[in-house]
């Protein structure tokens, strides 16, 4: 009995609620087409929002940091002056940030400086963790490139988030994470129109 309801949960709702119901999977079920639609609307409001907000170089000051950024339609991208050799964060990076807030509301944000991926200090649910592995194709155990101040800030400077930097996590307000999610996506369309 228990088997089968972990495999529903699993086919309905994806690894997550696995793991949650004692499942020990990380790998995403196939896509259904129901899934991808979902994951295909977050990226095109993503890639939308951040077009229109960082169309012109713009100064980036929150979290601390002060950079600048803007959005390159053409790779898809936010360039941003802090990150040195590697200044591009794709769209994806925004979405796994999205889908790591819709499921608590809350994403520890993990430390490069501290650990390799996998570490207590880095693991593949924080932020950082998360956009290595599924957006920079980076291996647990692997040593990954720091890109969380400037993921954190633009998450915050958009509006999409808050850093609570005593607990070291980001909390997000609902602006552009619950695109799907168990949440209708006409509140994200009304809050992209009004934005």
Not at 34 to 57: C, D, I, T
Not at 60 to 73: I, K, T, W
Not at 108 to 123: E, I, N, T, V, Y
Request: with cysteine.
């Amino acid at each position: 009995m228990i088997e089968a309801v972990r495999q529903l949960l699993h086919s309905l709702l994806g690894v997550r609620a696995c793991k949650k119901a004692g499942g020990n999977s990380r790998r995403q079920p196939p896509e259904n087409e129901a899934v991808r639609a979902y994951n295909s609307a977050r990226r095109r409001y993503l890639s939308e929002l951040l077009e229109q907000r960082l169309s012109k170089k713009t100064r980036v000051m929150a979290c601390g940091l002060s950079f600048e950024a803007h959005f390159d339609p053409e790779k898809q991208a936010v360039w941003t002056s802090s990150l040195g050799a590697e200044p591009y964060l794709p769209t994806d990076v925004f979405v796994v940030v999205c889908e790591l807030l819709s499921g608590e509301g809350v994403a520890r944000l993990g430390d490069a400086m501290k650990g390799a991926l996998g570490d207590p200090a880095l693991p593949l649910d924080s932020v950082e963790g998360a956009v290595a592995e599924q957006v920079f194709g980076r291996q647990p155990g692997e040593r990954v490139y720091r890109r969380v101040g400037a993921i954190t800030a633009l998450m915050v400077h958009l509006g999409m988030a808050r850093l609570d930097a005593d607990a070291g996590v980001l909390e997000t307000t609902g602006a552009g994470v619950y695109v799907g999610s168990g949440k209708p996506i006409e509140r994200l369309e009304m809050l992209h129109s009004s934005a």
